[in-house]
């Protein structure tokens, strides 16, 4: 009967994203077109944005069209998950810390990452980064906190 | 006329300060050597690299952030003629014929070609927009909330049809931008919108941190997933002027390329992409063996190369002269322009007459330097292309973090940004075209605002858009559009122009 997985995906996607916002903007006032209050557009664009996914799920129905792909799992979460580390290690460890660790965790997303290399590479590109971005452009950046206080 | 003269003589005395000077060379360096990176368009390159323009004058910052724009596109053509992959969208039609030259022993008169090509078309569009930028902003005073309105309306329309696949995607896809640009504190009652009560998003969305999720970090995540074969350029690049015959042979694709993209880039709603595509479809119907076109033709690089630059920079003019951004690039560049203080429209070439003109005449400057620096720098950017892609992306992703980081030195910024980068991952997933959604986002809080002010005007009467004459020719084209988009004949040919 789903005559293109990936349509049906994208409508129930703009469809939740629709719930979501109407959900999160319920409480604010609407007004009048004149005087218009917070809530208008936010709650018209809501409602535009489930119509399309309603429209996209019902033409997934009607007409044939693409399968949805498989979604790889290794690849978001390392580099996702690397860049996630980075956001909470920065502050508390510095970024001599959380450089090495963003690139290492990142790096075995690609079934090619090599340990050895890996490990020395990161350690290279975080000498060069604070180099460049804390010494040279003098960003606030914390080096690290833990060790030499800032 | 007279004016004109004093104004770029008063650019050319900014732009070649020392400093100036060296920010627009370090400019187009690191423009190019992004450029010529696969896997990092100009977008993620200018989000990434914002911090490192926060110690120099508003000047100086928008003179580097242009330099890294052109300089990127630049070194999108270098990729792709060199190894068939285009550094960007602008770029596509460019490995067609460019890589195909490379093949035959021509890569250095196909990357020559290409190098003056820009450089003419960036000449031309230099003159333009000194030209056309006093008399616009002069219009630009003219236009009230609901002219500002229908004219961004007609931007968005414009970024429907130029969107590949499908129309109800494209449109949704605006939808989702202007729906999220909502999320914030209200620009009247000060009231909190679709925050989820998070403190960090009280200002809204940043526009940098999603353009990097969407663009940066998503990027790698598509390209971990289907590794590009990279078919570099063996063997010698060969000499790199063309010859007499070359150069009559590219006089014609050149200028007429310049005249499509100059006046495409214009366009709100990122026109300038569509300038290559138009120029190589008109040289191959001029051409008198368009069977040539695709087997390396020289006019197949030369004609898009110069439409890609023109269009570049005459993208420039809504921005400096109405404040409206009509690419993602300008989005940045307007991001920039805020946090040094800077409010981009009409207002800037009056009150800041030296960065007007200054980041005019640098572009200029910029193209000049491109051409002289790139040229010989070519073997430096093929070795570059050797780089493995395991050492590439952890390296892009720790540059992405520490850019993101430092715009507002705030850790969440960076989380926020992993999350885009996973709603990237899942409209690639849903074959959602992001650029849409990122100019929906982009114009989404000028055009609530204009909205607004156009209605509290007329009591709430919708009749203002379409009583004010320009406002209403301008929602006519807008609709033009639109239906020309939906017409299925159109559009079969409309997919046939983006799979060329």
């Known amino acids: 009967m789903i005559r293109s997985s990936q349509d049906v995906g994208a409508g129930v996607f703009l469809i939740a994203l629709a719930v979501i916002a109407l959900w999160q903007g319920a409480g604010l006032a609407t007004g009048t077109w004149s005087q218009m209050g917070p809530g208008m557009l936010p709650r018209t664009l809501a409602i535009i944005t489930g119509l399309c996914g309603i429209a996209l799920v019902v033409s997934a129905l009607m007409s044939d069209g693409a399968r949805l792909e498989r979604w790889s799992l290794r690849g978001p979460i390392l580099i996702l998950g690397a860049a996630v580390a980075f956001g909470l290690t920065v502050r508390p460890l510095g970024l001599a810390a959380a450089g090495p660790i963003a690139i290492i965790i990142s790096a075995f997303a690609s079934a090619e990452t090599r340990w050895g290399e890996t490990l020395l590479f990161s350690l290279v590109m975080t000498g060069l980064c604070l180099g460049l971005f804390k010494y040279a452009l003098g960003l606030p950046i914390p080096v690290a906190p833990w060790l030499i206080g800032y | 006329m007279e004016d004109l003269l004093g104004n770029l003589a008063l650019g050319f005395a900014t732009a070649f300060s020392v400093q100036n000077l060296l920010l627009c060379f370090i400019g187009c360096l690191v423009g190019t050597l992004i450029g010529v990176l696969p896997g990092v368009g100009p977008i993620a390159t200018i989000a990434m690299l914002l911090p490192l323009t926060f110690k120099v004058d508003p000047t100086g910052a928008l003179i580097m952030l242009a330099g890294i724009y052109y300089g990127a596109q630049y070194g999108g053509s270098t990729t792709a003629i060199l190894v068939n992959i285009p550094g960007e969208a602008t770029s596509v039609v460019t490995t067609l014929d460019g890589h195909q030259m490379a093949r035959q022993g021509r890569a250095g008169i196909a990357l020559g070609t290409a190098a003056i090509a820009s450089f003419f078309a960036g000449t031309v569009a230099t003159v333009i927009i000194a030209a056309l930028g006093a ?81 940066g970090f998503a990027e790698i995540l598509r390209n971990l997933e289907s590794p590009e074969t990279r078919d570099v350029v063996r063997g010698t690049i060969g000499r790199l002027l063309p010859s007499a015959t070359d150069l009559k042979q590219c006089v014609g694709p050149v200028v007429r390329g310049t005249s499509i993209g100059g006046l495409l880039g214009i366009l709100p709603g990122n026109g300038a992409v569509l300038g290559p595509f138009a120029s190589y479809t008109l040289e191959k119907k001029l051409a008198r063996d368009p069977s040539r076109f695709g087997r390396g033709a020289i006019e197949g690089v030369a004609g898009p190369e110069s439409a890609n630059n023109a269009g570049a920079q005459t993208a420039f003019i809504p921005l400096l002269t109405l404040g409206i951004p009509p690419n993602a690039v300008m989005a940045l560049m307007v991001g920039a322009m805020t946090i040094h203080g800077v409010i981009p429209g009409p207002q800037v070439m009056t009150k800041s007459p030296t960065l007007f003109w200054g980041m005019i005449a640098s572009m200029w400057i910029g193209n000049l330097m491109l051409l002289i620096i790139n040229l010989p720098l070519i073997g430096l950017w093929v070795r570059l292309l050797k780089v493995p892609y395991r050492l590439m992306f952890p390296t892009i992703l720790l540059f992405c973090c520490i850019g993101i980081y430092s715009i507002n030195n705030n850790p969440a910024d960076v989380l926020f940004t992993a999350f885009f980068g996973l709603a990237g991952y899942g409209l690639y997933k849903f074959d959602f075209e992001p650029a849409p959604m990122l100019l929906g986002f982009v114009l989404g809080k000028l055009l609530e605002e204009k909205f607004r002010q156009a209605l509290v005007l007329s009591r709430g009467s919708f009749m203002t858009f379409v009583e004010r004459p320009v406002s209403a020719g301008l929602l006519i084209i807008a609709l033009l559009i639109m239906v020309v988009a939906v017409l299925p004949a159109i559009r079969k040919s409309r997919e046939q122009a983006f799979q060329e």
């Open chain 2, 135 to 215: 008399p616009l902003t002069k219009l630009a005073l003219l236009f009230g909330p609901a002219e500002y309105f229908s004219l961004m309306l007609l931007g968005l329309a414009f970024a429907v049809v130029l969107a590949r696949g499908s129309v109800l995607k494209a449109v949704s896809m605006i939808v989702v931008g202007l729906l999220l640009s909502t999320v914030g504190l209200d620009l009247e009652t000060g009231e909190e919108r679709l925050t989820f009560g998070l403190q960090d998003l009280s200002d809204g969305v940043d526009f940098a941190v999603l353009a990097m999720g969407i663009f």
